[in-house]
């Protein structure tokens, strides 16, 4: 498979400083997203202290072997396990680094990552940062978002809907650093040829719909423009947040191009 790919981030209209993170790194096959917390103390540090980790954790890991963080967990494929264990080591020196800096006490970060191996795709997140599937021109949220209000959505007790207009849908149950452990959901699928991915902070789903994040991904060719014109289209839309988009062509062939 070949994996097109096209990276962004932006300010938004209201934040005074840019608090996410990203990573393309074209050797490893790794896109990662991470939204430090906003109103906490140095979030800006902390999602970008979790890509520093979690690319260079999967460097190291790549080739030589290294004892994981956390259990290996036999339904998902090595690549999987090496993702969500760079995770939690990233969440292990966020909280760290807190506990030993006054001034950095309390900072967190979301983070939504993928690794692509061949047509496999591994993504790992924590946190509402979130990851979509557009295949077949339908869209599909591969993360689910670990705030207050979407518990509730599994539970059934309200819509998703509902959970996109709730006052609440911002309260975070689970990030990098607030704990000294972590949970972490993990999951796997087959790529083809044609799919695309999204990986985004929430600075753009608060902002632009699923369909109108649909609609731009499937009507541009470059990636790296769609990045552009969905973060154009929430700062249209009030740019509230920092945004952060990556978006990813999957066509068959058996190298990875980046387009940055």
Known sequence: MK????????????REINEDSFCVDESIGLVAVADGLGGHASGEIASKMAIDVIRDYINRT????????????????????????????????????????????????TMAAALLKGNKLSI????????????ANQIEQLTDDHTLVYEQVKMGLVTKEYAERSNMKN????????????????????????????LCTDGLN??????????????????????????????????????????????KKNWLSFLL
């Open 124 to 135: 790992a997140h924590a946190g509402d940062s979130r990851i979509y599937l557009i295949r």
């Open 206 to 251: 608060s902002m632009v719909s699923e369909s109108d994040i649909l609609s731009v991904a499937t009507s541009v060719d470059n990636p790296s423009e769609v990045c552009e014109r969905l973060i154009d289209m929430a700062n249209k839309n009030g740019g509230k947040d920092n945004i952060t988009v990556i978006t990813v062509y999957i066509q």
């Open 62 to 109: 790549e080739k030589g072997n290294e004892p994981l963080i956390g259990k290996y967990n036999k339904k998902y494929s090595g690549a999987a396990n090496r993702l969500a264990s760079s995770i939690r080591l990233a969440n292990k020196a966020i909280y760290e680094a807190a506990q030993g800096n006054p001034q950095w006490q309390g900072m967190g970060t």
């Open 171 to 198: 309260i975070l149950t689970n990030a990098l650093g607030i704990a000294p452990d972590v949970v972490v959901d993990v999951d796997e699928l087959t790529l083809s040829d044609g799919d695309m991915l999204i």
């Open 3 to 14: 994996a097109v790919i096209g990276a962004k981030t932006d300010r938004g209209l209201i």
